[in-house]
């Protein structure tokens, strides 16, 4: 039929149903406006696609379109509307958008929709979306985002996302992120996310992430995982961990590293962990450390050490231990190592002890003493001995003293000397006694002595 000069808002629907698809073609944005909604819905399919995209956002009833009348249009069509008609659509008519005029929305109608038809896009419709369309959505609107949508979403969507639509998402979303998903995030999607976010994402998820987005996270959010997350990080991520990260690390959290995550921090790392973080590494800790990473602790950090450390120290660490790392020890810490871990030291550690170190060993680390080691004390160091400790020392560790070091022995050090241990003095021994020291000796002593 042939449009009459009648007004189209006149027309019946039958009528409007007889143009033919030029016709309906040929209509202007105005006439359209005209249309009411029963008029609109009384079209075909083939007429509602053949409304010309430019005279499409002259059809203000679009919003009460029939969901198969939305489906319908083209995606031309879909591109032309106005903000206002896609705004103005019900959650119906944006579920009912297929996948290719979904991924057609420009960036100002995604912007104009409102989060309850954000919520309403289907998860496959939303996945096709570019990353432009994703970014322009509002903060709101990607906070509406469902489980299912968030887990729809691509790497590319979710690390295309501004630093304020990520700081939008919730708990709930960043829980239901997958753990392919989380392997993918770059470092700036995840040095975006609060401490509170990055402390709500899944342990499995974390540990998914690459060492590159390991790395990126600020001193704040380290601080902020959960212990649960450090026991899950990976090697590789522990490796990847900065020296200032390392250092924001919190007591709680040191304690939790993994033997074999702890083993990939290096010397300098070591050295950044504050005085109450090495004292809170548990004795498997301890244990599981290298000589390099103990001898490379700082002086404040070797006194830091408890008790139970200390005690947890194996032979094979003790005799690799720096003279730096021994002379650092209190004399309470060095009165704490086991006397087989002592006997294990290197002469040079031995011979390193300030004289209060010497001073605060125990009998039975005196009695541990290897003859190498007795060998290399120095003139200071069997000075500072006790007579307790003089009197515990092994025949064999004597004989290992010169006369310079006999000579140095008090002359109550001198006396307490057991008849055995006189017995073993050796004739050079005996001839560097000095005359106090030989006033000293009792009648057994005497009696004792090979002359």
Request: no cysteine.
């Amino acid at each position: 039929m042939k449009i009459t000069g009648l007004p189209l808002s006149s027309y019946s629907t039958t009528l409007l149903q007889g143009l033919t698809t030029s016709e309906v073609n040929s209509l202007s944005s105005k006439e359209l406006s005209a249309l009411s909604t029963s008029q609109i819905n009384s079209l075909s399919t083939d007429q509602i696609q053949a409304i010309s995209a430019s005279a499409i956002v002259g059809l203000s009833a679009i919003t009460s379109l029939d969901v198969s009348k939305i489906f319908a249009l083209v995606t031309a069509q879909i591109a032309a509307l106005g903000t206002g008609q896609v705004g103005g659509m019900s959650t119906a008519q944006i579920a009912a958008l297929s996948t290719d005029q979904i991924g057609k929305l420009t960036t100002a109608q995604v912007v104009s929709l409102s989060t309850a038809q954000v919520a309403a896009i289907e998860t496959q419709d939303l996945a096709k979306m570019t990353t432009s369309q994703i970014s322009a959505m509002g903060t709101r609107d990607v906070a509406s985002l469902s489980s299912a949508q968030i887990q729809a979403l691509t790497t590319d969507q979710i690390n295309g996302m501004t630093s304020s639509q990520v700081k939008a998402l919730t708990t709930d979303q960043l829980v239901a992120l997958t753990t392919a998903q989380s392997a993918n995030l770059s470092t700036a999607m995840v040095s975006a996310l609060t401490s509170t976010q990055i402390a709500a994402v899944e342990t499995a998820d974390l540990a998914a992430m690459s060492t590159a987005a390991i790395a990126s996270l600020t001193t704040g959010q380290v601080k902020a995982l959960t212990t649960d997350q450090v026991v899950g990080l990976s090697t590789a991520q522990a490796a990847a961990l900065t020296t200032d990260q390392v250092k924001a690390l919190t007591t709680a959290q040191v304690s939790k590293l993994e033997t074999a995550d702890l083993a990939k921090l290096d010397s300098a790392h070591i050295q950044v962990l504050s005085t109450a973080a090495v004292a809170s590494l548990t004795a498997a800790q301890f244990t599981s450390m290298s000589t390099d990473q103990i001898n490379g602790m700082t002086s404040s950090q070797v006194k830091a050490l408890t008790t139970d450390q200390l005690v947890a120290l194996t032979t094979a660490q003790s005799a690799n231990l720096s003279t730096a790392m021994v002379s650092a020890l209190t004399s309470t810490q060095i009165a704490a190592v086991e006397t087989a871990d002592l006997a294990a030291m290197s002469t040079a550690a031995i011979a390193s002890l300030t004289t209060g170190q010497v001073k605060a060993l125990t009998t039975d680390q005196v009695v541990g003493l290897s003859t190498a080691q007795a060998a290399a004390l120095t003139t200071d160091q069997v000075k500072a001995l006790t007579t307790a400790q003089v009197s515990k020392l092994e025949t064999a560790d004597l004989a290992k003293l010169d006369s310079a070091h006999i000579q140095v022995l008090s002359t109550a050090a001198v006396a307490s000397l057991t008849t055995a241990q006189v017995h073993s003095l050796s004739t050079e021994q005996i001839a560097a006694l000095t005359s106090a020291q030989t006033l000293s000796l009792s009648t057994e002593q005497i009696a004792a002595l090979q002359i």
